[in-house]
């Protein structure tokens, strides 16, 4: 079993939709959490941190679930541009994150 | 502000030939340095980490090497390359002991 396991998708939704990503993790003792996007032949910018209580950047929302070891990603009114994979990520400490395989979504006109 | 430098772009090398990419971060002291490699429609594979000059972790076997000569210079090596060795390197950095990573714009390397 992947230590960071994300559905690949690809998730294909309209302008204006919501969609939600989840990312389970299998280490209990995993620390911080992040969201980052990655843009086709580009490098991976740090979308949002994951905290316990929950998080909202504008129309992102990130939630993180300790108890069933999983965080999510919510997209709301979704843009052309929000098109890309979405990385999760998970740090047990600070030296050393894993990443997952990441989930593309498509946002059509 | 922070900036994190790649070079090259990109780079296509023989089979067996040596391999030196270079990263180099400013506006900052003391940073954590990590080098990945991503695999066609793959996620992010570590490959090595330094919280210090000549700190260096590895995290998988392989013929590639890592060195950081000074603070913010981050080297990635090989003697010699292998087909599998293709891929997009992608250097980052973090502020010490923080864990949110920043990323250069990658080398993408085609070994042929």
């Known amino acids: 079993r992947k230590e960071v396991e994300q559905d690949p998708g690809p998730f294909n939704v309209p302008e204006g939709a919501t969609v939600a990503f989840n990312c389970t993790y299998s280490?209990?003792?995993?620390?911080?959490f992040f969201w980052y996007r990655q843009d086709c032949r580009k490098e991976p910018k740090l979308l949002m941190s994951v905290y316990s209580s929950g998080n909202e950047d504008g129309r992102f929302t990130a939630q993180l679930n300790r108890a069933s070891q999983y965080i999510s990603l919510l997209i709301r009114d979704s843009k052309l541009s929000d098109s890309a994979t979405y990385l999760c990520?998970?740090?047990?400490?600070?030296?050393?994150?894993?990443f997952g395989d990441g989930t593309t979504l498509t946002v059509k006109p | 502000s922070q900036t994190i430098h790649q070079w090259p772009a990109t780079l296509v090398q023989p089979v067996g030939s040596p391999l030196s990419l270079e990263c180099t971060v400013e506006?900052?002291?003391?940073?954590?340095l990590y080098w990945y490699r991503q695999a066609a429609g793959r996620g992010l594979q570590l490959l090595f980490y330094s919280v210090g000059i000549g700190q260096i972790s590895s995290e998988v076997p392989q013929n590639l090497s890592a060195s950081r000569p000074q603070d913010r210079q981050f080297i990635l090596s090989s003697k010699k390359l292998l087909l599998s060795d293709s891929g997009f390197y992608l250097c980052a950095w973090s502020e010490y002991r923080a864990y949110e990573q920043y990323f250069g714009p990658g080398t993408r390397l085609t070994v042929t």
């Open positions: 506006g900052t002291s003391n940073p954590n």
């Open positions: 990520v998970v740090n047990t400490n600070a030296g050393k994150s894993t």
């Open positions: 280490n209990s003792a995993s620390q911080s």
